[in-house]
């Protein structure tokens, strides 16, 4: 660190829990924590890739808390995580009785941006309480604060991720989020790692009949214009296709391998066939179209498993193939206007409910079903 440099000096614990990775527990002032620490909220840049990793500020939430903090007695015993950059620096104290075998007392220096210098941490859990505290009279405040030493973002948003996984992340985010974690997942999150990864494919490559149209936690207000149809949905008609559907088959359970290539293409020609079939229901937002609605996505999601068992997507006969399948049940859709009348319902009457979304699928399936069946 520079002699110029000027610091925030605090009294620090340091606790060595894991190889590499060091916490550090200290105390902020309340007008000091967005001195030093920015929000990294998630968004993508010009590429398309995932920078940040925070949720969008919750106004609710925060006046609530500031409320808290100026009332009489307040109590703040959670601390806020800090991802410190590599130019803190922690000094032990001299002395037999620094430690206790745990922790070892000593002194944190965090250098203040000055100029064009950027802020030396970063929040990785405990937005809203920050810019809550930032908000409260009290700007004396003593605030707990547990830092590690991250100048990676990859480090700062996998951290993330596992501390926010007790609590109730909107779903939307979680789903982004997976593919960008570089560090082995819990197990009972891996699984869920290929079709987020698909989802962001579909979003993002031009190939791809949903180019620019899944609505994703980091779309923009203009990304969000265009986007019409919820990665939750989408998502949700990948996983039960993968578990049980025509893209088990892609995965090789004993060897953990995917064959990427052919799973991709299996969605390319279904997909396009459908928004070749349904041309006057694709890209328009759920509210005038059942067809990018997450029942619509789910119940063509188990048609496309029916569909997909007697085609080879990769034939090149395959798009015209799924085409003329398709075909056979489009007269029988009624995605923006009229009744299903074999559902008892109009078209907008369907909603995003099990019970809507096993009905719709179920007739689909029946009407393509009962098509292929020779009459006597």
């Not at 660190?1 to 309340?30: E, G, H, N, W």
């Not at 995932?50 to 601390?79: C, K, M, T």
């Not at 104290?93 to 965090?110: F, H, K, Q, V």
């Not at 214009?225 to 296709?241: F, G, H, N, P, W």
Request: glycine fraction near 6%; aromatic fraction near 6%.
């Amino acid at each position: 660190m520079p002699p110029t440099s000027v610091v925030l000096k605090r009294r620090a614990l340091r606790i060595d829990q894991v190889p590499d990775l060091t916490l550090y527990m200290f105390t902020l002032k309340a007008s000091e924590i967005l001195q030093i620490a920015d929000i990294s909220r998630v968004s993508r840049d010009e590429a398309g890739k995932l920078i940040g990793y925070q949720r969008p500020e919750v106004r609710s939430h925060v006046n609530e808390i500031v409320d808290y903090l100026n009332g009489p007695n307040a109590l703040f015993p959670n601390p806020i995580i800090l991802a410190l950059s590599s130019a803190a620096r922690f000094t032990s104290s001299r002395g037999p009785n620094t430690t206790d075998g745990l922790a070892r007392g000593g002194d944190i220096e965090i250098p203040l941006p000055t100029g064009d210098r950027p802020k030396p941490a970063w929040i990785v859990d405990g937005q809203q309480r920050a810019l809550a505290l930032t908000q409260t009279t009290n700007k004396d405040f003593p605030v707990p604060i547990t830092a590690f030493i991250a100048d990676s973002v990859s480090l700062q948003r996998d951290q993330f991720f596992r501390i926010n996984n007790t609590k109730p992340l909107p779903r939307g985010l979680v789903t982004e989020l997976l593919p960008e974690v570089d560090t082995r997942l819990p197990p009972r999150l891996s699984i869920k790692k290929l079709p987020s990864e698909l989802c962001n494919l579909l979003n993002q490559d031009k190939e791809s009949p949903f180019h620019g149209q899944i609505r994703r936690a980091s779309s923009d207000t203009n990304a969000s214009r265009s986007a019409v149809v919820t990665d939750t949905s989408i998502i949700k008609m990948l996983e039960e296709s993968l578990s049980t559907g025509c893209l088990f088959v892609y995965r090789n359970l004993t060897s953990g391998e995917i064959d990427t290539d052919g799973l991709w293409t299996a969605l390319i020609v279904y997909w396009s066939a459908v928004r070749d079939t349904f041309p006057d229901a694709w890209g328009k937002p759920a509210a005038k179209s059942r067809l990018m609605h997450g029942a619509g996505i789910q119940a063509m999601g188990r048609l496309m498993d029916r569909i997909l068992t007697t085609i080879d997507p990769s034939a090149a006969a395959a798009p015209a193939a799924v085409r003329a399948e398709l075909a056979r049940v489009a007269p029988h859709c009624h995605w923006t206007s009229g009744v299903w009348p074999e559902l008892g319902m109009k078209w907008n009457d369907i909603q995003n409910l099990s019970r809507h979304t096993q009905q719709l699928s179920s007739f689909l399936i029946r009407t393509y079903a009962q098509s292929r069946t020779p009459r006597p």
